[in-house]
């Protein structure tokens, strides 16, 4: 069985910056890309970005494009989201997901089978 926690959540004001961690554990293996979700109140769950973890290669969102940066540590078994220059915009719930055994980058939330609980960020002055 394959767990996601994500952690680095939380509220700052427009402009600052956040970092989002994503801890896997269990059946790794299979794993081969991972990707960050949003969902805001009364919105769909959009995706934000994602990497595929051999290859390294990576896809954004328009509206983060620039701002926003996606990274792997196969060692640790983690990804990261760096965000920065933040908007209220921004405000929604992360989540982490797992895509097992294809390493076609995508944001379509469909092809992603595990996820993880999610992370509240907050972007309010």
């Known amino acids: 069985q394959l767990q996601l926690v994500e952690s680095g959540g939380g509220s700052v004001q427009p402009g600052g910056s956040l970092r989002l961690s994503c801890a896997t554990s269990?059946?790794?293996?299979?794993?081969?890309?991972m990707g960050w979700f949003r969902q805001a109140p009364g919105k769909e769950r959009e995706g934000v970005s994602c990497i595929s973890m051999l290859f390294g290669s990576t896809v954004y969102a328009d509206s983060v494009k620039g701002r926003f940066t996606i990274s792997r540590d196969n060692a640790k078994k983690v990804v990261y989201l760096e965000m920065n220059s933040l908007n209220p915009e921004d405000t929604a719930i992360y989540y982490c997901?797992?895509?097992?055994?294809?390493?076609?980058?995508?944001?379509?939330?469909?092809?992603?089978?595990?996820w993880g609980q999610g992370t509240q960020v907050t972007v309010s002055s």
């Open positions: 269990g059946f790794t293996a299979a794993v081969s890309t």
């Open positions: 997901a797992a895509r097992l055994n294809s390493h076609s980058i995508t944001l379509n939330p469909s092809n992603f089978g595990a």
